[in-house]
Structure formats: structure tokens, C-alpha cells
């Protein structure tokens, strides 16, 4: 029986390379562009507009030909004639000619005829309608051209991109003002265990609050997903098996927590192999914290059994939810968030070989640089991820790290 287990057993990579296979970017909606921080392209975006539109000033000055002050030198100032002033705004009708210069501010439209513009620090008034330039400039010098900054047809960003907030302002710079996403992935959570009772009760003994249903919460919103809260079930396959289903009704994603022990583990997978068109992806994974690890594809919904213990889910979700959330919101590459720091590692630590295990550590600047530290607790508790700033993977085939080791650590977002 545990030898039938044990060959089910896939490394995580393997269940990284099964989620890519199966998982299909999720369905588009259009939202406001005011809206979208953070959400994921669903299509690319194409400049519709050159921008700025027209040669705009990029400094307070005077339109000029370039050529005209070539050789202005505060010893032999060139001498040009101001025929006008195009104000912030203005359309710009003014032509300039050889011997000529126009009052401009940043941002200006540029007239027709002038190529650059003198930064007024380099200009005195010889008289109201004569300017000095001591200085001179090369043609394109303080100003931006029409298209400079973007050209029509230019791809502005690719589909799968995380908007940020430039991306956000570019594209209103354009005149785009509305965006077609990916929908944000449902991620219904349920609670199992006879002893879990909501947070807003008084435990009696042998009770705990549930901490899972709120830490994944947290999580599925960072990860870019929509939270449903289902409530804590009892380990009970009918309870849980009508609680499930509801679930994926309106979740693409269903995480059930607990039910990993001896005894209990089987009503979990029993469940889900019950529920109609499942089919068991993973069953137990070579990591730890998180080896009990179920996951189902149920039509195209997902279903996660994670561990119950509040470090093992939140270990496991940070590793395949939070994946699978990537590659059904469509996420371009890299699929692993960048969110790592590079570390010293202040400790010995000891692992089996053949899983693949991650650590709580705490971050301390020295003045060897930052060093990680192992959070020391009894078991994987909450606490022990409250004090941690973030994890280090000991790979699968490692016996451990030396202390002096340089560790990528993955930081918790936060
Ligand atoms: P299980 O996977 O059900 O065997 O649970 C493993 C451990 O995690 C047990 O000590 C449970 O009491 C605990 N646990 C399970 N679910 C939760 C939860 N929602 N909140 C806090 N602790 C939990
Ligand atoms: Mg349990």
C-alpha cells in the first residue's frame, strides 16, 4: 500500500510540466484601463496614434534653425529676430525663417521651419524683438518628433503582459482606454476537519480556528485570482463531496485543505475521483512540506488537496496554485515571479535526498550581506512563516546546504 503510494510520487517539476500541458488561458473580459493594474493581457496592443502627434519642445527656449547658431559662443552671440510665441497648447502657425526664432515652453508644438530649440539659458533679450544666442545646437536637439516616442502600428505591449502602472499611462497617452484581459481565475477554499471552527469562536479543547480559509484567501488575491470563501466542512465524504461540487459550479479552481492525515486522506481523494469527469493529475508530490498533495482536473476546473497543516498549504499553493493561476491568466514567460534575493546562508541544514525541500528563512543585513536565516520552530507552524520574509529550496537531490551557501531566496510578497 505505502509502496503503491510511493510510486505515484511525481517531482515538482513534473507537476509543473503536467499543469503546463493541461492548462489553457482562461476566457477575455474588457475593462477600463483605470482598472487594470495588475491584470494580464489578453491581446497584443498596437499604437493606434503616433505620439506626441507633432514636434513638440522639450525645453523652455526658442524654436530656432539649428544652423543659425552654429558658432554662438558668449563672445560671438548669434543674433536672431522673435517673430512670435506658440503658448502650451497652441497649434503652432507660425513658420520660422532663416534669422528667426520662436518663444516656445516644454511641450510646446514646434513651428514649421525650426529643427531645434535654444534653452532660454542660453539666450539673453538684446531688445524686445531680438534675442541673443551664445550657445549653439544641433538639429533635434531639445525636441521630441512626432512619432519619437511611439509610431503607429508599433507594438505597445504583448498579450500576457502584467500591466503596470506605465503601461497603464502609455496606453492612455495613445488613447486606448479600454483593455481586453484575461479573467481573473474563481478559487473557491474550503476548510476540512472536525476540529476547525471559524476564527470568530471561542476553541474548546481540541479546537482551532481556521487559519487556512484566510491565508489562501490572502494568497489567490496575490496571485491574481478571485476568492471564494466556501467555510470549513467536516471530514465527512457527503458533506464534502456536495460542498465540492458547489464549488466548482462557481469556481474554476476548488483548494480543499486537511484531510492529509492517515484515515482522513482517503475521503479527500475519494471525493474527488467521484465528482463527474475527474481525473487525478497528482497524487503525492517529493517536496516538503506538502508530499500529500492531490491534484484533479474535474472538465476544465481544477481541484487542489493540499495538506492541512497552515505552512504546508501555503508552501504548496506558492508553488502549484499560484502556477496554475499564472498559466490560466495567460502569463507570458518567466511563469516563475522574479521575486528572488540572493543570501548567505548562516546555517548548516539537513534534507533527504529524493525531495525537494523549502525552508523558512529570515532575512539580517551584516556587513557580509544579506544572510539567511533558517526560522527555527518545533513543526511547521504559522508563526514560523510570520517570522520568515521568505523560503529557500533545497533541490531534490541534496543532503542539505552548508551554512556559507549563496541561496536564492523566495520572497514573500507583501
Ligand atoms: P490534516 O491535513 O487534516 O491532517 O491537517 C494537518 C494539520 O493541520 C492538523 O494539525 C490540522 O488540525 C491542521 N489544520 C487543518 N486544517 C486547518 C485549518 N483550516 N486551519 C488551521 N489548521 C488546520
Ligand atoms: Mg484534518
Redesign the pocket.
Known amino acids: 500500500m505505502e509502496q503503491d503510494y510511493f510510486f505515484k510520487v511525481k517531482t515538482p517539476n513534473q507537476v509543473r510540466d503536467i499543469l503546463k500541458t493541461v492548462a489553457k488561458p482562461l476566457s477575455s473580459e474588457t475593462i477600463n484601463i483605470s482598472d487594470a493594474l495588475g491584470r494580464v493581457l489578453a491581446d497584443d496592443i498596437i499604437s493606434p496614434v503616433d505620439l506626441p502627434g507633432f514636434d513638440r519642445a522639450t525645453m523652455d527656449g526658442f524654436a530656432v534653425r539649428a544652423k543659425d547658431t552654429f558658432g554662438a559662443s558668449s563672445g560671438s552671440p548669434a543674433y536672431l529676430n522673435l517673430i512670435g510665441e506658440i503658448k502650451m497648447g497652441e497649434k503652432a502657425t507660425i513658420k520660422v525663417s532663416q534669422g528667426e526664432a520662436v518663444k516656445v515652453s516644454t511641450g510646446s508644438m514646434m513651428p514649421s521651419g525650426a529643427d531645434a530649440v535654444v534653452m532660454i539659458e542660453w539666450t539673453e533679450f538684446f531688445d524686445d524683438q531680438t534675442i541673443e544666442v551664445i550657445r549653439s545646437v544641433a538639429p533635434g536637439d531639445n525636441i521630441v518628433k512626432k512619432d519619437e516616442d511611439l509610431h503607429i502600428g508599433e507594438k505597445l505591449l504583448d498579450k500576457g503582459h502584467i500591466l503596470r502602472p506605465q503601461d497603464i499611462g502609455a496606453l492612455a497617452g495613445v488613447g486606448i482606454t479600454s483593455v481586453n484581459v484575461t479573467r481573473s481565475p474563481r478559487v473557491a477554499i474550503i476548510?476540512?476537519?472536525d476540529?476547525?471552527i471559524s476564527p470568530d469562536q471561542i476553541p474548546e479543547i481540541g479546537q482551532?480556528r481556521?487559519?487556512?480559509?484566510y491565508s489562501l484567501s490572502a494568497l489567490a488575491k496575490q496571485a491574481g485570482g478571485q476568492p471564494i470563501i466556501m467555510g470549513i466542512v467536516k471530514d465527512d465524504y457527503n458533506i464534502l463531496k456536495a460542498v465540492m461540487e458547489n464549488a466548482l459550479e462557481n469556481a474554476d479552481i476548488a483548494i480543499i485543505?486537511?484531510?492529509?492525515?492517515i484515515g482522513?486522506r482517503d475521503v479527500t481523494i475519494d471525493v474527488i475521483s467521484s465528482l463527474k469527469d475527474a481525473e487525478i493529475l497528482v497524487h503525492g508530490i517529493s517536496i516538503k512540506p506538502g508530499k500529500p498533495t492531490i491534484i484533479a482536473k474535474v472538465g476544465d476546473k481544477y481541484v487542489f488537496g493540499l495538506?492541512?497543516?497552515?505552512v504546508s498549504v501555503m508552501v504548496t499553493f506558492e508553488i502549484f496554485v499560484g502556477f496554475l493561476i499564472r498559466l490560466l491568466l495567460g502569463i507570458k514567460q518567466p511563469l516563475y515571479e522574479p521575486r528572488y534575493i540572493k543570501a548567505i546562508l548562516n546555517r548548516n541544514i539537513a534534507s533527504a535526498p529524493g525531495r525537494e525541500d523549502y525552508i523558512c528563512v529570515r532575512l539580517i543585513e551584516s556587513d557580509k550581506g544579506l544572510l539567511a536565516e533558517p526560522v527555527l520552530g518545533k513543526s511547521a507552524t504559522i508563526s514560523m512563516m510570520v517570522k520568515a520574509d521568505g523560503l529557500i529550496k533545497i533541490p531534490l537531490e541534496y543532503e542539505g546546504l552548508e551554512v556559507g551557501t549563496e541561496v536564492d531566496v523566495y520572497i514573500f510578497n507583501d
Not at 257 to 261: A, L, P
Not at 307 to 310: A, C, E, I, L, R
Open positions: 476548510s476540512s476537519g476540529e476547525i482551532i481556521d487559519i487556512n480559509s485543505s486537511g484531510g492529509s492525515s482522513t495538506p492541512g497543516n497552515p
